[in-house]
């Protein structure tokens, strides 16, 4: 069942005709636990600047924060629940936002209920490439124990491959992996 | 070698319900019944901790309850040693000391965090700094082994004795986690 923020979120940007796919822990929370509530979504970056002027002028969001490639707003019906809007040029690599976000449209994502969710590797992929990756690393991790496949990490390196990523996130994927051979960590993984 | 542990009933004591646990064996002439209990339900774990059984249900509600939103299928923490005894379909979060689950409070909901979401263990740290003792916060993170785990969300600056081993996290990646998962009662 889609989550009642994602829901509204999904009712204004149809509204406005904005394309976009969820990412981030609403992404995340189809396949696995999540401490996230807030609803992030990717646009393109030739839709970026119009989608976040017309979600502006919107009485039902509340503008939080421009970021440059994230604008916040707050969703009222949801108690200014988060909706962040992303422009997908920041994680493009060596190609284009609007190769990246066809790419991860129709490689890596799954429309479920009238709305398309990227897949865990993808959401990988973009969180690994922040300047939080440590953090999401271990978001990561906690992913892992919840049940999702360590093997999402190799295609999260093809995805770094094809947009030409791989120099930075390959240290990330090593550490990541480095992380996931704790001793305690394999005890839980393996109670799977 | 290795160690075993089996839930034995002492002459005098009740009979576990049969679907609750079966009795695995029993020698001729001795007193004693061995169990093998079955675990599917929140109301499983009650009973068996009515009869004493180290077992506790850590479930996302009481988690969201003391600050942290979160969703996780409930884990089953039992003691190491009894985590190969109990038949359950709820994962296992097996622990070293099973004193923590006679009456686990935020010091061991903290610890218990630490093995598989280190991050919220920090948050939940953080948002009940007032109800935190740092000696039972030390107490039980040096007996559960999860220095390493402690020290990469900071831990020290609840339970300063904690001895420090491996990398921490950047504070500023800490103060974003906690930033950017209000709790409930904060979101409005």
Not at chain 1, 72 to 84: K, M, S
């Amino acid at each position: 069942m889609t989550e009642p923020t994602v829901a509204a979120a999904d009712e204004i940007l149809r509204k406005h005709g904005i394309r976009y796919v969820v990412v981030g822990g609403q992404a995340i929370a189809r396949e696995a636990a999540t401490a996230t509530r807030d609803v992030d979504v990717m646009v393109t970056t030739a839709d970026y600047r119009k989608a976040v002027e017309q979600l502006a002028k919107d009485p039902s969001l509340t503008l939080a924060w421009e970021g440059g490639p994230v604008t916040r707003f707050g969703i009222v019906a949801q108690r200014g629940t988060p909706l962040d809007v992303v422009d997908a040029w920041e994680f493009s690599g060596t190609k284009s936002a609007q190769e990246f976000f066809e790419f991860l449209v129709h490689e890596h994502s799954v429309h479920v209920e009238g709305i398309r969710y990227l897949s865990a590797d993808a959401v990988w992929y973009t969180r690994l490439l922040t300047k939080r990756w440590k953090a999401y690393a271990e978001k990561i991790v906690t992913n892992i124990i919840d049940g999702l496949s360590p093997d999402h990490l190799d295609r999260v390196a093809e995805i770094a491959r094809e947009f030409g990523t791989e120099s930075v996130l390959q240290e990330r994927l090593d550490y990541v992996r480095e992380e996931l051979k704790r001793p305690d960590l394999k005890e839980l993984v393996r109670e799977e | 070698m290795r160690l075993e542990a089996r839930l034995l009933r002492e002459p005098g004591e009740s009979h576990l319900p049969h679907w609750l646990a079966e009795p695995a064996r029993r020698s001729r002439g001795r007193p004693r019944a061995e169990y093998r209990p079955r675990v599917r339900s929140p109301q499983d774990v009650e009973r068996l901790r009515s009869h004493h059984v180290p077992a506790f249900l850590l479930t996302p509600e009481w988690v969201t309850e003391c600050g942290y939103p979160v969703n996780f299928r409930p884990w089953l923490v039992l003691p190491k040693t009894l985590a190969g005894q109990v038949s359950s379909e709820y994962r296992i979060l097996p622990v070293a000391d099973a004193d923590s689950l006679k009456e686990p409070g935020i010091v061991e909901l903290v610890t218990f965090l630490l093995r598989f979401d280190p991050l919220a263990a920090r948050v939940i740290a953080s948002r009940n700094r007032g109800r935190l003792d740092s000696n039972e916060l030390y107490r039980r993170v040096r007996n559960e082994g999860l220095d390493a785990a402690a020290t990469k969300v900071r831990l020290q600056q609840f339970a300063p004795a904690i001895p420090r081993v491996g990398a921490s996290l950047p504070v500023s990646e800490l103060r974003w986690i906690e930033r950017n998962n209000p709790a409930l009662e904060a979101s409005a």
